[in-house]
């Protein structure tokens, strides 16, 4: 799914324009997976300013939302992380992240004075408990103030994004007066081409050796499921996994002759630069063909 990425210095509004965010896609009938730091800490069993404090337990969580954020990635649905987002080389991670998902991503920076954060900072409560109507604790960080200590520490790290880096674009700024433009945010998610894979984000193929032993190993269990159906004297049609063609077994079967056609069959479908390899799902399919149109021959 398409994911927005929310960057930010503390007490900038990020969780505020994450439910704005949510609560837009949501009007028009998109599914939505609202991913927040302020609920990962508390879930993580850490206490806020703690946590800052501590670059390993950030680690975890930063680890946790990006699992989370991963699983949850297709091409509909909307993914928003939530969260200071404050190093660019995990911006990266996420972005060669929506690369190999094939989807798109933008990014939402809640840009503001850093006075006027620490003004929105001192406004905020600090309860000894939150609690919901049911009188359970609430896991969400969002009305907890941070320190002056931890509040200069995040600033001063806090790496800003820029629409000029690919992983960062394409990017919206938003100061706590502005309206968010929510259209042009859908557009750049739901209008445009998804991120094309490249070296770094895909797979590697199969060597010709990992390819021609994989082949190999089909052959021979079908081969296998062959004689011993034969032995058995299961003659006529039987079908093999993989294959919508059933092949026919006779009496003239042996281990030889099927032998002899697997290798006639390696020969001429998977070596040399004759033809393009079969993908290794067809092969049953394509060798149950080839025994029954040459088995006669052998």
Sequence with gaps: MPIIVISGLPSSGKSARARELQNYFLSINKKVHLISENVAVPKALFEKNEFFADSQKEKIVRSDLKSEASRQLNKEDLVILDACNYIKGYRYEIFC????????????????????AWSFNAQRTDPDVLTDSASEPLLNNSDIPYTRE??????????EPHGNNRWDSPLFVVLPEDILNLESIYKSLYETRPLPPNQSTQNAPLSATNYLFEVDTILQDIIQEILGAAKVGAFGQLRIQGSSTKVKVSTTMNAMRLNRL???FISSRCRGNQTTPAPLDQVPQLFVQFINANITGC
Aim: hydrophobic fraction near 35%; charge should be positive; charged fraction near 25%.
């Design 97 to 116: 992240m929506t690369k190999a998902a094939r989807t798109t991503q933008c990014t939402l920076f809640t840009c503001i004075p850093k006075e006027q």
């Design 150 to 159: 931890i509040f200069d520490a995040l600033c001063m790290r806090f790496e």
């Design 262 to 264: 697997r290798q006639q």
